[in-house]
């Protein structure tokens, strides 16, 4: 199966480049931004297959970035990062989500 391609929704540029990094140098096929401008750009002109919305973004920002996701990409599954683990968690979170990809334990939608 071909590798999904993940979009890492985060409060700060820097935290998302370095797991981008991490998580390419690993064969994921990953993308992210801290900009909503960018996520809109980002959902028009790629083929994403899912959303991960860091820990680090407040509340509001998450339901607000949800919902404006499903009105446009209703079929693009969101998962919340969780805030116990910090940034770090980020890169088991997607990795164990890209096995449920691969073993067909997770699908495209949401």
Do not use: C, W
């Amino acid at each position: 199966m071909e590798e999904p391609r993940i979009l890492i929704i985060g409060r700060k540029q820097v935290v998302i480049d370095g797991l981008i990094a991490t998580l390419t140098a690993q064969g994921r096929n990953v993308t992210g931004t801290d900009s909503r401008d960018e996520v809109t750009e980002i959902l028009e002109d790629e083929e994403i297959d899912l959303i991960v919305l860091g820990g680090g973004l407040a509340d509001d920002v998450r339901s607000e970035l949800s919902t404006y996701i499903k009105s446009i990409k209703p079929e693009i599954p969101i998962r919340l990062k969780d805030r116990i683990q910090g940034p770090e968690g980020m890169v088991d979170m997607i990795n164990k989500i890209v096995a449920g990809f691969s073993n067909g334990t997770a699908t495209k939608a949401h």
